[in-house]
C-alpha cells in the first residue's frame, strides 16, 4: 500500500516548514502526494498545496508559489475563493499588478456576503496596498449600512447576519487604519462602539460558555478510551472536535461575544474535579463546571493573531491551521 498523506501530516508539515533551512524535502512530500494520487480525504488536496505554496512564499520563491496556488484552483474549482485570493496576493507581490488586482477584485463582492472574506483585505495590505484595502473595507461597509437601512422588513436572520458583517468589516476596518497610524474617523468610532456593546451584552448574559471545553490530541483520544460512553456526544475525530469549537466561537463572536477562549482539559484533571464533587465525569454539567475552574496557562485566548500559533497547539499558524476549519 502506498503511504497516504493525512490532514494531520500536511498540517505538521506546514509547521516544520516555518523558517526551515530546507523546505524542499517538505515540499516534495507535499506535491508528491498530490501527484501520485495518494492525499489520504480528495477535499485536502487544495490544502496540501495551498501549505506548499505558503512555505515557498515564506521560503522567498514566490514564482513556484504561484505556481502551486494555481494548480490548487484547478484541483478544486468549486471552493476556490480562498486559493484564488492567496493567488492574487502573490501576483501583486511578484509584479504582476494587472493580474493579481483582477483575481482580488473578482472576490471582491465576497467582503458583502461572506464574514470570513476579510482575507481578501489582507492579501491586498500584505502587499502593500492597505490603502485601497481600507477602501474595499469602507465601501463594504457604506452598503451593507445601506441595505439595512433601507430593508426594515428583513427577516431576523438576515438581520443577524448584516449585524455580523458590519461586526467584523469594522473591527478588520478599525485594525487596518490602526497599524497605518490613522487617527479615529466615525467607522472607528462605530467600532469601538460596537465592541463595547458586546462586552456589555455579555457581560450582562453571563450563561452563554465564553469558554469552551478543548482536548488536546492525546487528551481526547485518551478521554474517549477512558469513559467510551462520550462518544456519542463528542465528534469521532479530533480533527472534528477542534473544527466544532472553531465554528462555535466564530458563531460567539458573530453575536457580540467578546473575552472569549479555550480551556483546555485533561482526562486526569476532570476525573480528578469530577471526585472531589462527588459528580459523574460524563455529564455535560460537570465539564462545564470543569472548564470554569480552569485558570492560567490552562486558558488560551480567541482568535489568536493570523500569524500566530494556532489555540489548538498544533504549532501551525493560526490562518494556516483552525481558521480555515471553519470555513469547511
Ligand atoms: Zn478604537
Ligand atoms: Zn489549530
Known amino acids: 500500500m502506498p503511504e497516504l498523506l493525512t490532514a494531520d501530516r500536511i498540517e505538521e508539515i506546514g509547521s516544520l516548514g516555518v523558517n526551515s533551512p530546507d523546505p524542499a524535502p517538505l515540499i516534495a ?39 502551486l ?3 490548487a484552483i484547478a484541483e478544486q474549482p468549486d471552493e476556490d475563493a480562498y486559493a484564488r485570493s492567496v493567488r492574487g496576493g502573490l501576483l501583486l507581490r511578484l509584479g504582476r499588478s494587472d493580474e493579481g488586482m483582477a483575481e482580488l477584485t473578482a472576490l471582491r463582492p465576497l467582503l458583502e456576503t461572506n464574514p470570513n472574506a476579510t482575507y481578501l483585505v489582507d ?16 465601501e463594504a461597509l457604506d452598503a451593507i449600512l445601506a ?48 465592541r463595547a456593546a458586546s462586552d456589555h451584552a455579555l457581560d450582562a448574559l453571563d450563561d452563554g460558555p465564553a469558554t469552551l471545553l478543548f482536548w488536546p490530541q492525546t487528551e481526547f483520544t485518551a478521554l474517549l478510551l477512558r469513559w467510551p460512553t462520550l462518544a456519542d456526544s463528542y465528534p469521532a475525530t479530533w480533527d472534528e472536535h ?49 472548564a470554569d475552574s480552569l485558570t492560567g496557562s490552562d486558558l488560551r485566548a ?3 493573531g493570523r500569524n500566530d500559533a494556532c489555540w ?15 470555513r469547511g
Open 69 to 71: 496556488a494555481t494548480r
Open 29 to 67: 512530500e507535499l506535491v508528491g502526494a498530490v501527484d501520485e494520487g495518494r492525499v489520504a480525504d480528495p477535499a485536502d488536496t487544495g490544502y496540501a498545496l495551498l501549505v506548499a505554496a505558503d512555505i515557498l512564499e515564506q521560503a522567498g520563491d514566490l514564482a513556484d508559489a504561484l505556481t
Open 242 to 290: 477542534r473544527a466544532q469549537i472553531e465554528r462555535a466561537l466564530v458563531d460567539a463572536s458573530r453575536m457580540g461575544g467578546a473575552d472569549l477562549g479555550v480551556a483546555v482539559g485533561t482526562v486526569a484533571d476532570l476525573a480528578a474535579f469530577a471526585d472531589s464533587e462527588g459528580s459523574d465525569p460524563t455529564d455535560e454539567e460537570t465539564q462545564d463546571e470543569y
Open 147 to 194: 441595505r439595512t437601512r433601507n430593508q426594515q422588513h428583513e427577516s431576523e436572520d438576515a438581520q443577524d447576519e448584516a449585524a455580523a458583517m458590519i461586526y467584523g468589516l469594522a473591527q478588520r476596518r478599525h485594525n487596518l487604519r490602526e497599524e497605518m497610524g490613522l487617527p479615529h474617523d466615525e467607522y472607528d468610532n462605530l467600532a469601538d462602539r460596537l
Open 123 to 138: 492579501e491586498l495590505a500584505d502587499a502593500g496596498h492597505a490603502e485601497l484595502a481600507m477602501g474595499w473595507l469602507t
Open 302 to 304: 480567541w482568535p489568536p
Open 312 to 326: 489548538c497547539g498544533s504549532g501551525t499558524k493560526y490562518k494556516k491551521c483552525c481558521l480555515p476549519r471553519s
